[in-house]
């Protein structure tokens, strides 16, 4: 077991790499950059911005003056015509642009490697900084949202396999596939209307993952304060995700329960809950778990960013996503590396849960 674990830690090493040179590549290819960025700013007349790369010793240099008159076709950089080159360079320094891809890229894998992820270009904050700071809302949803999920769909699940084409079936398939069509950022719309002081009722906060005085309060009235929070974001995203999976684990007991060993359990005088949770559970739940890390850091990342949004969060998905609207190349390969990192470590965490359901399944040796 130990060398298993050891092998799959290793592996981690060689796909965060080929994770990142790819992201690298495809960026670089990217139109647009900090750079560009930076001109655009500086021809829309941005003078703060024109001085803090011109000026030195509080005594600004005379390119500063010619910034706007200076041909420069030959640039690489779009829109740069009328920009003194120099500034061009003193920028391309600034965002760390003076260096060649390759060189670069070692230099960002280097770093990487002891969590050294540099500072945003444009938060003056250190990367490391900002992912400690958004990453407990991220993950606070995350957690919730797939705990709740999994607490509800995998008994609605078994139960719908038992009583597969009853009433109770048909019905709660009916509510599955209204809460499989409902997007979860329009439910949160609609929770907000109904019970944040939209038009009805006032009963949840707004924003937020905390109350402003939360250092002053007990620490009981801290844990409900934050669940009181934390309510309407996380029904919205269960609201979304419960659907499919309650369907795969009735799906995967259906066929469970139709093959030949179930048929001699019952032949033995075993009774329905002895052959359902002694034979069934366990060969069933191995394609639920399969999809644990999935779903996960799908929650974690792409379901909670929109309602990041809408219940005014700052989680680690917005920032991410507004780090790539902008270009701060530091924070998207950070935010790259660590949800990467997490989905590689929930993957090994769901091989080693595998084992533990079912002994039969022996990864080490294979």
């Given at each position: 077991?130990?060398?298993?674990?050891?092998?799959?830690?290793?592996?981690?090493?060689?796909?965060?790499?080929?994770?990142?040179?790819?992201?690298?590549?495809?960026?670089?290819?990217?139109p647009?950059?900090?750079?560009?960025?930076?001109?655009?700013?500086?021809?829309?007349?941005?003078?703060?911005?024109?001085q803090?790369?011109?000026?030195?010793?509080?005594?600004?240099?005379?390119?500063?003056?010619?910034s706007?008159?200076v041909?420069?076709s030959?640039?690489?950089?779009r829109?740069?015509?009328?920009?003194?080159?120099?500034?061009?360079?003193?920028?391309?320094?600034?965002?760390?642009?003076?260096?060649?891809?390759?060189?670069?890229?070692?230099?960002?894998?280097?770093?990487?490697?002891?969590?050294?992820?540099?500072?945003?270009?444009?938060?003056?904050?250190?990367?490391?900084?900002?992912?400690?700071?958004?990453?407990?809302?991220?993950?606070?949803?995350?957690?919730?949202?797939?705990?709740?999920?999994?607490?509800?769909?995998?008994?609605?699940?078994?139960?719908?396999?038992?009583?597969?084409?009853?009433?109770?079936?048909?019905?709660?398939s009916?509510?599955?596939?209204?809460?499989?069509?409902?997007?979860?950022?329009?439910?949160?719309?609609?929770?907000?209307?109904m019970?944040?002081?939209?038009?009805?009722?006032?009963?949840?906060?707004?924003?937020?993952?905390?109350?402003?005085?939360?250092?002053?309060?007990?620490?009981?009235?801290?844990?409900?304060?934050?669940?009181?929070?934390?309510?309407?974001?996380?029904?919205?995203?269960?609201?979304?995700?419960?659907?499919?999976?309650?369907?795969?684990?009735?799906?995967?007991?259906?066929?469970?329960?139709?093959?030949?060993?179930?048929?001699?359990?019952?032949?033995k005088?075993?009774?329905?809950?002895?052959?359902?949770?002694?034979?069934?559970?366990?060969?069933?739940?191995?394609?639920?778990?399969?999809?644990?890390?999935?779903?996960?850091?799908?929650?974690?990342?792409?379901?909670?960013?929109?309602?990041?949004?809408?219940?005014?969060?700052?989680?680690?998905?917005?920032?991410?996503?507004?780090?790539?609207?902008?270009?701060?190349?530091?924070?998207?390969?950070?935010?790259?590396?660590?949800?990467?990192?997490?989905?590689?470590?929930?993957?090994?965490?769901?091989?080693?849960?595998?084992?533990?359901?079912?002994?039969?399944?022996?990864?080490?040796?294979?």
């Open positions: 077991m130990l060398e298993y674990i050891l092998k799959r830690l290793l592996l981690i090493i060689p796909t965060l790499f080929g994770i990142l040179t790819v992201n690298f590549i495809i960026i670089q290819a990217a647009g950059g900090p750079v560009e960025k930076a001109i655009a700013q500086i021809k829309g007349n941005d003078v703060s911005l024109t803090r790369f011109t000026s030195s010793g509080g005594e600004q240099k005379q390119s500063e003056q010619k706007f008159q041909n420069n030959d640039s690489k950089y829109g740069s015509q009328g920009i003194d080159p120099d500034l061009i360079k003193e920028l391309e320094k600034e965002y760390g642009f003076d260096k060649p891809p390759l060189e670069r890229f070692l230099l960002m894998v280097k770093n990487f490697l002891v969590f050294d992820f540099g500072e945003s270009f444009y938060k003056d904050k250190k990367v490391v900084d900002l992912i400690k700071e958004k990453l407990p809302v991220s993950i606070s949803l995350g957690l919730w949202t797939t705990l709740i999920i999994y607490l509800i769909s995998i008994p609605l699940g078994i139960k719908k396999a038992i009583k597969d084409g009853s009433d109770f079936d048909l019905y709660t009916s509510l599955i596939i209204i809460g499989y069509a409902i997007p979860g950022f329009l439910f949160a719309i609609f929770l907000i209307v019970f944040a002081g939209g038009s009805y009722f006032d009963v949840f906060p707004l924003r937020g993952l905390v109350s402003d005085n939360w250092d002053e309060l007990t620490t009981t009235n801290k844990i409900l304060d934050y669940f009181w929070h934390i309510t309407l974001p996380v029904v919205a995203m269960v609201i979304g995700g419960f659907a499919s999976l309650t369907m795969l684990t009735k799906n995967a007991f259906l066929d469970e329960i139709n093959k030949q060993y179930v048929i001699t359990a019952r032949s005088g075993l009774t329905q809950k002895q052959v359902l949770y002694g034979h069934v559970f366990r060969n069933a739940m191995l394609i639920v778990i399969s999809g644990f890390p999935a779903a996960f850091i799908s929650i974690l990342f792409t379901s909670s960013l929109l309602i990041e949004v809408i219940f005014s969060l700052d989680g680690l998905g917005l920032l991410g996503f507004e780090a790539a609207l902008g270009r701060d190349y530091p924070v998207v390969f950070a935010s790259l590396y660590v949800f990467t990192l997490i989905g590689l470590i929930m993957k090994l965490v769901s091989d080693l849960t595998y084992m533990f359901i079912d002994p039969r399944i022996d990864f080490e040796t294979r």
